[in-house]
């Protein structure tokens, strides 16, 4: 399994309390965990390119809002 964030490490840790742990958790898993990695140019990371994946999974994505990011308008 390959994790990546957009962010960089330091920014996952300070933005996300329970990162520090999930990371450390997913490295004991055999993970690899990339940062920094923006899911619409995977192509360009060498690490990815020699990779085959069955799935890929983006976690919550969204494309910036408008007002309360709570609202069922917003979240649609
Ligand atoms: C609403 S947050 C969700 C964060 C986390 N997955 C969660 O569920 O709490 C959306 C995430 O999408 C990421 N993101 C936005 N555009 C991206 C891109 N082009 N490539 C990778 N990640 C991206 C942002 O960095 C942010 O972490």
């Given at each position: 399994?390959?994790?990546?964030?957009?962010?960089?490490?330091?920014v996952?840790?300070?933005?996300y309390?329970?990162?520090?742990?999930?990371?450390?958790?997913?490295?004991?898993?055999?993970?690899?965990?990339?940062?920094?990695?923006?899911?619409?140019?995977?192509?360009?990371?060498p690490?990815?390119?020699?990779?085959?994946?069955?799935?890929?999974?983006?976690?919550?994505p969204?494309?910036?809002f408008?007002?309360?990011?709570d609202?069922?308008?917003?979240?649609?």
């Amino acid at each position: 399994m390959v994790a990546t964030s957009l962010d960089q490490h330091d920014v996952v840790i300070k933005n996300y309390q329970d990162a520090k742990s999930n990371l450390e958790s997913l490295r004991k898993l055999g993970a690899t965990i990339m940062h920094g990695v923006d899911a619409t140019r995977m192509k360009l990371y060498p690490d990815l390119q020699r990779r085959k994946f069955d799935r890929v999974i983006y976690n919550f994505p969204h494309a910036g809002f408008h007002g309360k990011e709570d609202q069922a308008h917003m979240i649609k």
